[in-house]
């Protein structure tokens, strides 16, 4: 019985760890296919939910959102394990995977739904990120017009958008070329 006992404790010891090294975060870069791909592939990263957030419309769905009447941002949600990756290193992930000069959306997709934002949960994130523009302004003597905003809620997309990437590989490739993310990104980044 003592054995059994233990063995119960450890594992909702072990199941409440876990939970405890996990958090989330919210970034939008255009595309939120494209970003779940860049995101998926980063060791830490346990999960990524293509959606919306930033408007003023409960429950968007992306025929209203693309219209950009919603104020809402095509937005991926990263859940991460903290024992592997942090805030920071998602942050240095996310600008490589975006045009931060670009004020009019992301590659080919062009509108308010598709700008590049970065949200923040408190005022260290808030720091970590102001201070990172000001970094990246300093090297490419450009001003940086991803938004920085107050995260407040998250809605997820519906389930067609989820794992686009994998699920429709080759149309994924055909749209993601002649957006030319890579090249942009490659003559930006390096």
């Known amino acids: 019985m003592k ?3 233990l063995t119960l404790l450890f594992l909702t010891l072990s199941s409440n760890s876990n939970a405890i090294n996990t958090q989330k975060v919210y970034f939008a870069g255009g595309c939120f296919w494209c970003m779940e791909e860049s995101f998926d592939k980063v ?6 939910i293509s959606g919306y957030s930033g408007g003023h419309i409960k429950n968007p769905k992306y ?3 693309v219209k950009n009447t919603t104020g809402h941002y095509e937005t991926l949600e990263i ?10 290193k998602l942050l240095e992930i996310y600008w490589v995977n975006v045009d ?13 739904s598709y700008k590049s934002v970065v949200f923040f949960e408190n005022n260290d994130q808030k720091k970590i990120i102001e201070d990172s523009i000001k970094n990246i302004e300093t090297k490419f003597n450009k001003k940086v017009v991803t ?12 389930t067609y958008h989820q794992d686009y ?3 429709n590989f080759i149309r994924y490739l055909m749209y993601k070329k002649s957006c030319q993310r890579e090249e942009t990104l490659k003559k930006i980044w390096g």
């Not at 859940?79 to 805030?87: P, R, V």
């Not at 938004?147 to 519906?158: D, I, P, Q, T």
């Open 3 to 5: 054995k059994i006992f």
């Open 43 to 48: 060791k830490g990263v346990i999960k990524t």
């Open 63 to 65: 025929k209203d959102v």
């Open 79 to 88: 859940t991460y394990d903290t024992t592997l990756i942090n805030f920071d």
């Open 100 to 112: 931060p000069f670009d004020a009019d959306g992301q590659f080919c997709d062009k509108g308010e």
């Open 147 to 158: 938004y920085v905003k107050k995260f407040k809620e998250f809605y997820v997309a519906e």
């Open 165 to 167: 990437y994998e699920k």
